[in-house]
T-cell receptor, first 114, second 115 residues
Framework: KAGVTQTPRYLIKTRGQQVTLSCSPISGHRSVSWYQQTPGQGLQFLFEYFSETQRNKGNFPGRFSGRQFSNSRSEMNVSTLELGDSALYLC?????????????FGPGTRLTVL | AQTVTQSQPEMSVQEAETVTLSCTYDTSESNYYLFWYKQPPSRQMILVIRQEAYKQQNATENRFSVNFQKAAKSFSLKISDSQLGDTAMYFCAFMKPSGTYKYIFGTGTRLKVLA
């Protein structure tokens, strides 16, 4: 079974621009979660999508948004980029069931904002 | 709110020796899951081991085992016979499965295995 894939792997943007990151989950997984990883803050939860609906949301500003498509693929959008948005963005997929629900991570997209 | 604390930012161990990484958490939940994830340098995060809180038996996966102390809210990871490939960042994570849920991650422990 193919793992979680994320595109692109690397991105360089300038302040004020917007960016869209993509995540394709493991086949059969209906839940996709997004995390921001930085050296100073560690792994911070952005949001989770399940069956095209946002099920959970972390404490990030509205500039960070996401969506999920009917095939469970998910996109994350960051508008009006700031220098502090430079980070590794990780996507994780899971079955999305009500009990034990192990997350499997993609390789990440490294975003650099200049 | 749940919190996860990893008090050891960095550790090192000689190849073939044993090392224990600490993790404590705070929750009022009785049913939850705990995980250890490994993130090698510039590589993908992978699941190392998982523990269900309702199980008293400590989880084991080959050279990796946990010491789960529910009352003390402690969840340490023991790596036996350390190998160079174990060099990585290790994250402890908590997940509450009931209702809407999400993972809470610790800040990580950077482990270096020395030849």
């Amino acid at each position: 079974k193919a793992g979680v894939t994320q595109t692109p792997r690397y991105l360089i943007k300038t302040r004020g621009q917007q960016v869209t990151l993509s995540c394709s989950p493991i086949s059969g997984h209906r839940s996709v979660s997004w995390y921001q990883q930085t050296p100073g803050q560690g792994l911070q939860f952005l949001f989770e999508y399940f069956s095209e609906t946002q099920r959970n949301k972390g404490n990030f500003p509205g500039r960070f948004s996401g969506r999920q498509f009917s095939n469970s693929r998910s996109e994350m959008n960051v508008s009006t980029l700031e220098l502090g948005d430079s980070a590794l963005y990780l996507c994780a997929s899971s079955l999305g069931g009500p009990n034990t629900d192990t997350q499997y991570f993609g390789p990440g997209t490294r975003l650099t904002v200049l | 709110a749940q919190t996860v604390t990893q008090s050891q930012p960095e550790m090192s161990v000689q190849e073939a020796e044993t090392v224990t990484l600490s993790c404590t958490y705070d929750t009022s939940e009785s049913n939850y899951y705990l995980f250890w994830y490994k993130q090698p340098p510039s590589r993908q995060m992978i699941l190392v081991i998982r523990q269900e809180a309702y199980k008293q038996q400590n989880a084991t996966e080959n050279r990796f085992s946990v010491n789960f102390q529910k009352a003390a809210k402690s969840f340490s990871l023991k790596i036996s016979d350390s190998q160079l490939g174990d060099t990585a960042m290790y994250f402890c994570a908590f997940m509450k499965p009931s209702g809407t849920y999400k993972y809470i991650f610790g800040t990580g422990t950077r482990l270096k295995v020395l030849a």
